[in-house]
């Protein structure tokens, strides 16, 4: 399960020309009509590219919930000894495999989605918390030096939103969705 090169495996360049070999014809395809389901006119092949970013994701997600595990220690111990899966980098002389699960790493980490808890590790701006199909980070601020964490919109004392400041830095369609985020009671 590494990630190979894309042309590697699969027959991109192949036209729809028709060979004779011995008494029949040979008629190409092209791999999109390969990979393309049955009911809409393919052949139902698995796209082999994005079965393996899957099998690598699992992997990762792996790591990500078994960090006891032989193979989440070593990988940590060499690659990322002081960070979370989620933090870390390729680094300056990584091997293949290292290479393989920071690809699976990145697909996993587009449909991740933080919870909130009291706010103080997740960043407004950069993690995904928002619970929606897409986007699931803020659009925009709308005002200048906006807040940086989710706990600076969480009044400690009631665990209830910064309703003003909310609609203050944030479009309303991102308002409504903070504000259905239910917060946790406690401390």
């Excluded at 595990?69 to 002389?93: Q, R």
Aim: charged content about 20%.
């Amino acid at each position: 399960m590494l990630q190979t090169s894309v042309g590697f495996m699969q027959p991109h360049q192949l036209s729809n020309q028709t060979i004779l070999v011995g008494q029949r014809k040979v008629s190409w395809v092209s791999w999109e009509v390969m990979t393309r389901p049955k009911h809409l006119g393919g052949l139902g092949f698995r796209d082999i590219e994005i079965f393996n970013l899957c099998l690598l994701a699992r992997q990762s997600w792996r790591i990500l919930q078994n960090p006891a595990s032989l193979s989440a220690c070593l990988l940590k111990a060499i690659y990322f000894p002081n960070t979370s899966i989620l933090e870390a980098e390729l680094g300056t002389h990584p091997s293949q495999i290292w290479r393989s699960v920071l690809a699976g790493r990145d697909v996993l980490t587009q449909g991740l989605i933080r919870r909130i808890g009291d706010g103080r590790t997740t960043k407004i701006w950069d993690d995904n918390w928002l619970p929606r199909d897409c986007n699931m980070k803020p659009i925009i601020s709308l005002k200048v030096n906006p807040p940086r964490l989710v706990s600076e919109l969480i009044d400690e004392t009631t665990a209830t939103w910064k309703e003003e400041l909310i609609r203050e830095f944030f479009l309303p369609m991102d308002v409504s969705t903070i504000l259905s985020i239910p917060l946790c009671t406690r401390r």
